[in-house]
Nanobody, 115 residues
Framework: QVQLVESGGDLAQPGGSLRLSCVAP????????MGWYRQAPGKQRELVAS???????NYADSVKGRFAISKDNAKNTVYLDMNSLKPEDTADYYC?????????WGKGTRVTVSS
């Protein structure tokens, strides 16, 4: 099973910032739109942001203006810069292709926003 590897999750204070990273196999990264997803306790997994092969981006309304998705093609890595964090951003964050492939879910990285 192919897995993408997420990292960077941590405990952050409201208003703080974090950077998440996701390394993907070249064959996945190079030919797909990549996305960051999150799943909060008791809620369904949702798409947070996506970045296409041509670098165009899209964001969920809840994170627009606060989060930024980017990628480094040379490193097969997708980033999620999270600013002005809110307690409601607390979740496990995952990367996957967009639309997601159920075979590509990794272990995720946990973000907790709390004072």
């Amino acid at each position: 099973q192919v897995q993408l590897v997420e990292s960077g999750g941590d405990l952050a204070q409201p208003g703080g910032s974090l950077r998440l990273s996701c390394v993907a196999p070249d064959i996945i990264f190079r030919y797909n739109t990549m996305g960051w997803y999150r799943q909060a306790p008791g809620k369904q997994r949702e798409l947070v942001a996506s970045i296409a092969r041509g670098f165009s981006t899209n964001y969920a309304d809840s994170v627009k203006g606060r989060f930024a998705i980017s990628k480094d093609n040379a490193k097969n890595t997708v980033y999620l810069d999270m600013n002005s964090l809110k307690p409601e951003d607390t979740a496990d964050y995952y990367c996957n292709v967009y639309p997601f492939d159920p075979d590509y879910w990794g272990k995720g990285t946990r973000v907790t926003v709390s004072s």
